[in-house]
């Protein structure tokens, strides 16, 4: 059998399992998605590597039960699947992916903790938005909305020069500002209010699908989940 995992030491790296399609193969549980935990065997820096044992494996319980959670944490690591070649090592989003999935698994809400991976991965995916000051002339204000065009927030003096500038809330772009520097492993409590909610996601879409031009099956399968969960009985 062959496994995908994301390593500390490796990056994302293909594995080679033998005998896991064995009666009693005894390292079934240890292979099962959202799984996490020590794996010993041969890594190779060309060519399949091989695991022999695991140790000390966990599961993020909560995310194998529930649909919905899958389907986030899925997405999420589809996109540093498509972030990152495999073999390159990354132990700062190795990092982050665990903080996100157990936040996830702990019952902090999974899109918000989405837009979080979202935002901040968008400068390894060659975009990177203008977050702190105005993306034209670098003024500092409390006004600002974003603009695709300038690749970041513009201020009010700059709106005229993109009619197709995002009309966004003062409070998304609170949260974009904030996403984009948050610490995953500090995060302690964020509730964001529906209104919001929809118009983060709305905006990150929009920059996924025109400037990024990342298109995942995973999120196409997210958004048709939350379009069932929306029918009405």
């Given at each position: 059998?062959?496994?995908?995992?994301?390593?500390?030491?490796?990056?994302?790296?293909?594995?080679?399992?033998?005998?896991?399609?064995?009666?009693?193969?005894?390292?079934?549980?240890?292979?099962?998605?959202?799984?996490?935990?020590?794996?010993?065997?041969?890594?190779?820096?060309?060519?399949?590597?091989?695991?022999?044992?695991?140790?000390?494996?966990?599961?993020?319980?909560?995310?194998s039960a529930?649909?919905?959670?899958?389907?986030?944490?899925?997405?999420?690591?589809?996109?540093?699947?498509?972030?990152?070649?495999?073999?390159?090592?990354?132990?700062?989003w190795f990092?982050?992916?665990?903080?996100?999935?157990?936040?996830?698994?702990?019952?902090?809400?999974?899109?918000?903790?989405?837009?979080?991976?979202?935002?901040?991965?968008?400068?390894?995916?060659?975009?990177?938005?203008?977050?702190?000051?105005?993306?034209?002339?670098?003024?500092?204000?409390?006004?600002?909305?974003?603009?695709?065009?300038?690749?970041?927030?513009?201020?009010?003096?700059?709106?005229?020069?993109?009619?197709?500038?995002?009309?966004?809330?003062?409070?998304?772009?609170?949260?974009?500002?904030?996403?984009?520097?948050?610490?995953?492993?500090?995060?302690?409590?964020?509730?964001?209010?529906?209104?919001?909610?929809?118009?983060?996601?709305?905006?990150?879409?929009?920059?996924?699908?025109?400037?990024?031009?990342?298109?995942?099956?995973?999120?196409?399968?997210?958004?048709?989940?939350?379009?069932?969960?929306?029918?009405?009985?």
């Amino acid at each position: 059998m062959l496994v995908k995992f994301f390593t500390a030491e490796a990056g994302k790296k293909m594995f080679l399992i033998r005998g896991a399609r064995r009666p009693k193969f005894k390292m079934t549980a240890d292979l099962l998605p959202f799984s996490y935990g020590t794996y010993d065997g041969t890594l190779k820096k060309q060519g399949l590597s091989y695991i022999a044992t695991a140790d000390h494996v966990k599961h993020f319980s909560q995310i194998s039960a529930d649909l919905m959670l899958n389907a986030y944490a899925t997405y999420i690591m589809g996109l540093l699947d498509a972030a990152f070649p495999d073999g390159v090592v990354v132990s700062q989003w190795f990092d982050k992916l665990f903080y996100a999935l157990n936040l996830i698994n702990n019952g902090f809400d999974p899109a918000i903790i989405t837009n979080i991976v979202e935002v901040q991965l968008l400068p390894v995916l060659g975009v990177a938005p203008e977050w702190h000051h105005c993306a034209v002339c670098g003024r500092t204000t409390t006004t600002y909305d974003y603009s695709e065009q300038f690749g970041g927030l513009i201020c009010e003096r700059h709106f005229a020069a993109d009619p197709h500038r995002l009309h966004l809330a003062p409070r998304t772009l609170y949260y974009l500002q904030l996403f984009s520097a948050v610490e995953l492993a500090k995060i302690g409590k964020i509730q964001v209010n529906q209104r919001t909610k929809a118009q983060l996601q709305q905006t990150l879409d929009q920059i996924y699908d025109h400037d990024v031009g990342l298109k995942l099956k995973s999120k196409r399968f997210l958004q048709q989940m939350k379009q069932w969960s929306l029918t009405p009985k």
